[in-house]
């Protein structure tokens, strides 16, 4: 069984920053990809940023230069988000591709950028 658990979300005002974590726990092996994803009520969930075992990171076109990806070991991620707009307000996923070909997900933290 793995669990992923994110934390971080909350409040913020537009031009502020919030940072989101994720720990993954169980029964792992390796993760050779984590990443962030969002999704809005009425839209299909979509890729924020994502980070390979190797550190190589990608991210969608409307949060480069203001998002972070990282890695600090083997199972946690980190999302630094900085100059936050009102159209980033959307729960947060984590995600993880563990021991080679298994897809985890956490439950999401709810991020709410105010105008």
């Known amino acids: 069984q793995v669990q992923l658990v994110e934390s971080g979300g909350g409040l913020v005002q537009a031009g502020g920053s919030l940072r989101l974590s994720c720990v993954a726990s169980?029964?792992?092996?390796?993760?050779?990809?984590m990443g962030w994803y969002r999704q809005v009520p009425g839209k299909e969930r979509e890729l924020v940023a994502g980070?390979?075992?190797?550190?190589?990171t990608n991210y969608a076109d409307s949060v480069k230069g203001r998002f972070t990806i990282s890695r600090d070991n083997v199972k946690n991620t980190y999302l630094q988000m900085n100059s936050l707009k009102p159209e980033d307000t959307a729960v947060y996923y984590c995600?993880?591709?563990?021991?080679?070909?298994?897809?985890?997900w956490g439950e999401g933290t709810l991020v709410t950028v105010s105008s």
């Open positions: 995600y993880a591709l563990v021991n080679g070909n298994m897809d985890y």
């Open positions: 980070i390979s075992v190797a550190g190589n």
């Open positions: 169980g029964r792992i092996f390796s993760i050779k990809i």
